[in-house]
């Protein structure tokens, strides 16, 4: 279900960016034009000792501190 979620959404995301492009939109502010769709998916989010706010769901939280570093950039993890 979330794949075709992401199907439906690329096509009318490109569409608004090349509308802001074209300037058929009244949003002046540069970031809106730059969303991006990305789905991530985590495994392997087990705590190594016992379950903790520290001991588990490394990828999450290492996901969380790159994208707070920049909202608007898009990152390689």
């Known amino acids: 279900m979330m794949l075709d979620i992401a199907e439906t959404l690329d096509p ?16 002046d502010d540069e970031s809106i034009a730059d969303i ?19 001991d588990s769901i490394y990828g999450a939280r ?7 570093r920049n909202a608007y950039e898009p990152h390689d993890f």
């Open 36 to 54: 991006t769709l990305q789905l991530v998916f985590f495994d392997g989010e087990e705590a190594f000792h016992d379950w903790t706010d520290t």
């Open 62 to 68: 290492s996901v969380v501190q790159l994208s707070n």
């Open 12 to 27: 009318l995301l490109d569409d608004r960016h090349k509308r802001w492009e074209e300037g058929l939109l009244d949003d």
